[in-house]
């Protein structure tokens, strides 16, 4: 999809998404809500949401060890600042290209095999985070109608086995990376069209190149143990501002239900900054707990422009500190997929002439 279109898409979706989440909203009681709102405890939660780029950046060392045992601090939380921001300010997600470039040419490595560990953390994270999202489920007395439950806990038995597959599948990859390329390449071969399957195949061997720390026992720990702290840790934040807005029926164990179940909606195409599905999701899982729609909304809004505000502001001071260029960040989905497709390491082969 071009540039334009993709544009179009995200803020044509968040204005539909926007416009679920707050059509029949009090706005009265709105401002009630956010006017009567515990002030430190909200900065406190916004305080460890922005912490929690920090959290993350510490989290990617395991990843990046194979390609620099010692890979610097501060590479890693530029990176990750950076991209961040540039997702809440600029379309397409490019923040997530900017990230491995920033932290590729601060810390002096190939960006490449930086982008790689990207891919492989948004997996971790993806397990991670449907794992808690259902397990909260899955436990007794998540609120909701008896049959609601029921199907519910059915779907988590069935998502904890896809979590499984995922997980065996990152295994084998880690395990047997060049016969699983090999394969892949055949099969893309004969059934990608010719336009896409570079892209694909670019992109999984970028893959395959990041789950170098998989391999090693000791990083596997570190980075499986990285991820769950930081979902944990991010969830403070959530409970902090429920509590900031006397939303206490869904506890911590809710905070964490609510924090997967926006992650997973802010997936969903938007305009940069995630507005839109974020507002929606708090207010349909808060209603699980019959929050009302004025609190919860009160509760989405305040947490959502607080957290956006310190995070950009955070990814704004290190693009201003190490003088990066605008336009490079701009630009840096197509910069990073060039350096992938010009690094022998770990770009496909080139097909012989006259193959398919």
């Given at each position: 999809m071009k540039s334009y279109a993709r544009v179009i898409v995200g803020v044509a979706a968040t204005a539909?998404?926007?416009?679920?989440?707050?059509?029949?909203?009090e706005w009265g009681e709105v401002w009630g809500h956010v006017r009567r709102a515990n002030l430190p405890l909200l900065l406190a939660a916004i305080v460890v949401s922005?912490?929690?780029?920090?959290?993350?950046?510490?989290r990617w060392k395991a990843l990046l060890a194979p390609i620099r045992p010692d890979f610097p601090f501060e590479p890693r939380i530029a990176g990750t600042a950076a991209g961040f921001a540039l997702n809440n300010l600029l379309p397409a997600r490019v923040g997530e290209f900017a990230r491995a470039l920033v932290c590729a040419r601060v810390g002096r490595v190939k960006v490449g095999s930086v982008f790689g560990t990207l891919v492989v953390e948004r997996v971790l994270d993806a397990i991670v985070c449907i794992v808690l999202l259902f397990g909260v489920i899955a436990f007794e007395g998540f609120p909701g109608n008896s049959e609601g439950v029921a199907l519910a806990q059915r779907a988590a038995r069935g998502v904890a086995v896809i979590a499984a597959v995922l997980g065996t599948g990152l295994i084998v990859l880690a395990a047997f990376p060049q016969r699983s390329l090999g394969v892949a390449d055949v099969i893309a071969a004969r059934i990608l069209p010719a336009g896409i399957r570079r892209h694909v195949l670019d992109a999984l061997h970028a893959f395959v190149s990041g789950l170098g720390a998989l391999r090693d026992p000791s990083l596997l720990a570190q980075s499986l143990a990285w991820v769950v702290f930081q979902w944990l840790f991010l969830g403070i934040s959530y409970?902090?501002?429920f509590m900031a807005f006397g939303i206490d029926e869904p506890g911590f164990a809710g905070a964490l239900f609510l924090q997967s179940f926006v992650s997973i909606a802010v997936a969903l195409p938007s305009a940069p900054g995630f507005w839109g599905p974020f507002e929606l999701a708090s207010k349909y899982g808060l209603a699980l707990w019959e929050v009302d729609e004025s609190r919860s909304v009160a509760f989405a809004l305040s947490f959502h422009v607080?957290?956006?505000?310190?995070v950009t502001a955070v990814g704004l001071y290190y693009i201003a500190k190490l003088k990066l260029s605008w336009s490079e960040l701009r630009g840096s989905a197509e910069r990073v997929e060039a350096e992938v497709e010009a690094d022998p390491e770990i770009a496909p082969p080139k097909p012989e002439l006259g193959r398919a």
């Open positions: 539909f998404f926007l416009w679920l989440a707050l059509h029949e909203v922005t912490l929690g780029l920090h959290v993350r950046a510490m409970y902090f501002a607080g957290g956006w505000l310190s």
